[in-house]
């Protein structure tokens, strides 16, 4: 199986554009709900949060797992991928959402000016400067992190004038802090929830930028160039979930990500 682990549900919106792309491999998701958010989290704390959801999904048979979570990956993928892999999993790979998206971003700009919003924990973590610097030196990228969204999100605001507010507040601050923006990127998985808000607010110029397109292709890629991982993977087109909360409660959530009709696995760490 494909592992895909996310802080809690915000993952979703990215393993649906996965099996989108790649309908025929088998995925098991992990949502670290009992802990989530990661968001505002120390980097020692998701650093250990994720390696054990990480160390999870090998043991249950995934060769390859997904950080579909841009404070994780931003966080802890790094040390994940220099320091445990070589010693403990030779074998296994890890991959993120930062890298792939940052390779990606600058060719949608025509002004080379960049916005993105992400949680605090992915701002304040320098990484998608860091990326971005990487592949487009030239670009000018402004970062503004929402710490109301997750929120907003998972407590079923979707649509209410609370959420426009929010919503219009942190675009407004955004574009002030830098008027040439012509595209936007939410670096945040909850984020494309609220695409209807964040386009109201938008000027229609400005491109909103969406990370599940961009890491299933990047994922197509991946198992192109590494048949020696593809050939590893099962193909029966399934999906299991796994959560550090109850059944119960990711099967309810799951259903304001667009997900109905799942059963989920309840583990404890
Ligand atoms: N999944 C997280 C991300 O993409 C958002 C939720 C959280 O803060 O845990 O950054």
Request: with cysteine.
């Amino acid at each position: 199986m494909i592992g895909v682990f996310d802080s809690g549900f915000g993952g979703l919106t990215i393993l649906r554009d996965l099996r989108k792309a790649l309908p025929q491999y088998d995925y098991l998701y992990l949502g670290d709900n009992a802990r989530a958010p990661y968001g505002s989290r120390s980097f020692e704390t998701i650093y250990r949060y994720t390696l054990q959801a990480v160390r999870e999904l090998f043991a249950r048979g995934c060769p390859l797992v997904i950080l579909a979570c841009n404070t994780a990956s931003a966080k802890a993928l790094r040390s994940i991928q220099q320091q445990v892999l070589p010693v403990e999993f030779p074998d296994r790979r890890v991959l993120g959402i930062v890298r792939p998206t940052a390779e990606e971003i600058g060719k949608f700009s025509k002004t080379g000016h960049i916005g993105i919003f992400g949680t605090s924990g992915t701002v304040s973590s320098g990484s998608y400067l860091l990326e971005i610097e990487h592949f487009y030196p030239e670009l000018k990228v402004t970062q503004h992190a929402c710490p109301m969204w997750v929120p907003l999100v998972e407590y079923g605001e979707r649509g209410t004038e609370g959420a426009k507010f929010f919503v219009k507040k942190d675009v407004d601050a955004l574009l002030a802090a830098d008027p040439d923006i012509d595209t936007v990127l939410l670096a945040c998985t909850h984020y494309p929830l609220l695409k209807d808000e964040i386009l109201a607010a938008l000027p229609p110029h400005v491109r909103l930028v969406f990370q599940g397109d961009i890491v299933a292709g990047k994922t197509v890629d991946y198992l192109e160039r590494h048949p020696e991982m593809e050939v590893r993977l099962s193909k029966n087109g399934k999906c299991s979930f796994l959560t550090t909360d109850t059944a119960k409660f990711f099967e309810k959530g799951a259903f304001l990500f667009g997900m109905s009709d799942i059963s989920a696995e309840s583990l404890t760490f």
